[in-house]
């Protein structure tokens, strides 16, 4: 076997093949058509060959398709001919060259990093013929192209890739500048390659992409701007480029310079960047494994795959730059669906909390990387923009309160500081997209509350004011002296229910692109950063989400239930046979009970709040969503703080005792429904 598939490597011409590797469909049927073609064609003369050619091509589809692809073969694998090949190919195409463009376009995309150099230096040759030909789909190849450029040039093959396809589009700047959507992705790949093409070595090219990059954005500006608002972040990693420089001073300064159309930065930051431009940054090979890693892979069994992707693309300093891309990806690009979402698997913010730890010791991509992840944030429309964009951040945020409240503070903090400082020109707007965004959180249930992010105790003082005094609509208010706010009076004698009424069952609304609290489970104690001897154990966390775009439907109502001691016995129409077995103990409970919720003041005021809120709600969705709240908050200040359990001897009897009236109304009004009801006296 092993002899074996080493003669199929050799043969091969177009791919390198590894040892376990099988031999690529489209290789094998290549070398065929070539094959079989040669067969026919070895003993005829040039003319003769033409003639035949021309006559197999117009007997029937198979056979124009076996004879441009036995032509594209040699054009690949053969310099000297190719020429000849490529002229003789023009001449005898029916399709418009349609299925040579497929075949290039496949061999590009799927196996560019296994080419003979041979065969990469032959498939730029051809683009460059194609694109001067000014064949009808040729700049599929350069899109192609494109998202082969990898953002660190670490060797040889890369930086001659990178300058041929930048020789190709000066070469045709005329037919390149005629397609808007080229521009654009053009514009967006060589920006953000700039960053990384650091060192002696590539300054005769750094000098070129940035002269080509400058000239375009000038000549076709409003062009340009169609990326969005990715462009004035990549922008902002050149801005130390003198030509860049000037750039900038005309964007802030003098916009009408660019075009007449542009009224300023905040024209661009409104415009979302659509996920083409973004996922052209991404290699395919890094794209599949990305997506199979937020996809099939649970968390708790990541760690394997995390260590087997950092050493295979992230292992050099220099690839710490594409950090920021990728963390764009993942935000922007993968949006899982429903059903990912509330199963175990590897969740977006948990690989974000991991990559954000790889680039830690280079200030340079760190800040670049926290900006990837908050750059949505910061031009946030809900009309417009994607929950799912944001919902890695703010989940990051929360669920590394306790295992790493460093990650929390830090994006808290350039949160914060983002505002006044990124761009002061528009303050205002980017202060609007911020709390646009927390408060689309909280409408469709991200978070529940925020009090537990932002009042954290694993949060220093002095962030705790910034947080307040940049978000003030979210922070809580001041408690007032509980002499002001008496607990209400409680009563154990339960108002007499009407008969029970058919009440239709509302449908639970089906969230757009995520899922509702109680269908997500998340780990909240597992750390994203894995150590050697940490292991994820794919707890339970207690904060899920709801990304429905559209309110909920309707849901199940219940008869509300009034405390009263006022209304005299004859008053009352009818009385279940289970209220009146609770109303002959009801004396022994009262003033304890009312004791008992004396002790609400004791709990912080988040807890208290909503604990007295659940009292006094007659709506039963109200009151669902108050306990839910309630649980929420009191799981993460037991979490964050082992010396809250004093608490819970409070918590646990107020629990019991509102718990304990909603099951015993629930069950007399079961009970009226299932044995009748007793009529009172003045009924009878």
């Given at each position: 076997c092993d002899v074996t598939m080493s003669e199929v490597r050799r043969r091969s011409?177009?791919?390198?093949?590894?040892?376990?590797?099988?031999?690529?469909?489209?290789d094998e049927r290549l070398e065929k058509c070539h094959s079989e073609l040669s067969a026919l064609t070895t003993n005829l003369k040039e003319n003769e060959v033409y003639n035949h050619l021309n006559e197999k091509v117009s007997r029937s589809a198979q056979d124009h398709e076996e004879t441009s692809m036995a032509l594209l073969f040699s054009i690949l694998t053969d310099p000297t001919t190719a020429p000849?090949?490529?002229?003789?190919?023009?001449?005898?195409?029916?399709?418009?060259?349609?299925?040579?463009?497929?075949?290039?376009?496949?061999?590009?995309?799927?196996?560019?990093?296994?080419?003979?150099?041979?065969?990469?230096?032959?498939?730029?040759?051809?683009?460059?013929?194609?694109?001067?030909?000014?064949?009808a789909g040729?700049?599929?190849?350069?899109?192609?192209?494109?998202?082969q450029l990898?953002?660190?040039?670490?060797?040889?093959?890369?930086?001659?890739?990178?300058?041929?396809?930048l020789h190709i589009l000066l070469d045709n700047r005329e037919w390149m500048e005629s397609q808007p959507p080229l521009v654009c992705s053009v514009v967006y790949t060589y920006l953000s390659l700039l960053p990384g093409h650091i060192g002696p070595s590539l300054a005769t090219l750094r000098e070129q992409e940035t002269h080509f990059c400058v000239s375009l954005i000038r000549n076709k500006f409003m062009d340009?701007?169609?990326?969005?608002?990715?462009?004035?972040?990549?922008?902002?990693?050149?801005a130390k480029i003198p030509e860049f420089t000037q750039l900038w001073r005309d964007l802030l300064q003098n916009p009408q310079s660019l075009s007449p159309q542009f009224s300023g930065l905040q024209q661009i930051l409104s415009k979302r960047t659509s996920r083409r431009f973004i996922a052209?940054?991404?290699?395919?090979?890094?794209?599949?494994?990305?997506?199979?890693?937020?996809?099939k892979v649970k968390f708790g069994q990541h760690r394997?795959?995390?260590?087997?992707?950092?050493?295979?693309?992230?292992?050099?300093?220099?690839?710490?730059?594409?950090?920021?891309?990728?963390?764009?990806?993942?935000?922007?690009?993968?949006?899982?669906?429903?059903?990912?979402?509330?199963?175990?698997?590897?969740?977006?913010?948990?690989?974000?909390?991991?990559?954000?730890?790889?680039?830690?010791?280079?200030?340079?991509?760190?800040?670049?990387?926290?900006?990837?992840?908050?750059?949505?944030?910061?031009?946030?429309?809900?009309?417009?923009?994607?929950?799912?964009?944001?919902?890695?951040?703010?989940?990051?945020?929360?669920?590394?309160?306790?295992?790493?409240?460093?990650?929390?503070?830090?994006?808290?903090?350039?949160?914060?500081?983002?505002?006044p400082n990124y761009c002061p020109s528009v303050e205002e707007f980017i202060a609007s997209g911020v709390k646009a965004a927390f408060t689309d959180i909280l409408q469709k249930e991200v978070l529940l509350s925020l009090e537990p992010l932002f009042e954290s105790p694993k949060l220093d003082d002095d962030l705790k004011a910034l947080i307040k005094k940049t978000f003030p609509e979210f922070a809580q208010p001041e408690p007032t002296p509980p002499s002001q706010h008496p607990p209400p009076p409680h009563t154990t004698k339960p108002l007499p229910l009407p008969p029970a009424q058919s009440v239709p069952h509302g449908s639970e609304g089906q969230s757009a692109v995520g899922v509702r609290a109680d269908q997500r489970e998340v780990?909240?104690?597992?750390?994203?950063?894995?150590?050697?001897?940490?292991?994820?154990?794919?707890?339970?966390?207690?904060?899920?989400?709801?990304?429905?775009?559209?309110?909920?439907?309707?849901?199940?109502?219940?008869?509300?239930?009034?405390?009263?001691?006022?209304?005299?016995?004859?008053?009352?129409?009818?009385?279940?046979?289970?209220?009146?077995?609770?109303?002959?103990?009801?004396?022994?409970?009262?003033?304890?009970?009312?004791?008992?919720?004396?002790r609400v003041e004791e709990l912080p005021k988040g807890l208290r709040e909503r604990m007295l809120g659940m009292r006094v709600e007659s709506d039963a969705e109200e009151q669902t969503k108050l306990l839910n709240e309630f649980l929420q908050l009191l799981e993460a200040v037991c979490n964050q703080d082992v010396g809250s359990s004093p608490l819970l001897p409070v918590v646990a009897p107020l629990l019991s005792d509102y718990l304990s009236e909603e099951f015993s109304s629930g069950c007399a009004a079961a009970s009226g429904t299932q044995t009748g009801w007793v009529w009172s006296s003045n009924n009878a």
């Open positions: 011409r177009l791919f390198c093949y590894g040892p376990l590797e099988p031999r690529d469909e489209l000849k090949l490529y002229h003789t190919l023009t001449l005898l195409t029916r399709d418009s060259l349609a299925l040579v463009l497929t075949c290039s376009e496949k061999i590009i995309m799927e196996h560019m990093s296994k080419l003979q150099n041979t065969t990469r230096m032959q498939v730029l040759w051809l683009t460059r013929e194609l694109v001067q030909t000014g064949v040729s700049d599929r190849l350069c899109f192609a192209l494109l998202k990898p953002i660190s040039c670490t060797i040889s093959s890369d930086v001659y890739l990178v300058e041929c396809l340009c701007i169609q990326i969005g608002r990715d462009l004035v972040r990549l922008l902002q990693g050149v052209g940054r991404i290699l395919p090979d890094v794209e599949v494994k990305l997506n199979f890693l937020l996809s394997l795959y995390q260590e087997w992707f950092q050493k295979k693309y992230l292992s050099t300093p220099e690839s710490q730059h594409q950090i920021a891309e990728l963390i764009r990806y993942v935000c922007c690009v993968i949006h899982p669906p429903n059903e990912v979402l509330g199963s175990d698997i590897f969740p977006r913010w948990a690989l974000i909390g991991w990559l954000l730890s790889l680039c830690q010791p280079n200030p340079v991509a760190s800040a670049n990387a926290k900006l990837a992840l908050l750059f949505d944030w910061l031009c946030y429309k809900p009309e417009s923009d994607s929950i799912m964009n944001i919902e890695p951040g703010i989940l990051l945020m929360f669920h590394s309160l306790r295992p790493h409240p460093q990650i929390t503070a830090t994006l808290l903090d350039c949160l914060c500081r983002l505002i780990n909240e104690e597992t750390p994203m950063i894995i150590s050697s001897d940490e292991e994820l154990e794919g707890e339970d966390a207690e904060v899920t989400s709801a990304f429905s775009d559209t309110e909920e439907g309707g849901r199940e109502s219940r008869t509300s239930e009034l405390e009263s001691d006022s209304f005299p016995a004859d008053s009352q129409g009818f009385v279940s046979i289970g209220e009146e077995n609770s109303r002959e103990n009801s004396g022994s409970r009262g003033d304890g009970s009312c004791d008992l919720w004396a």
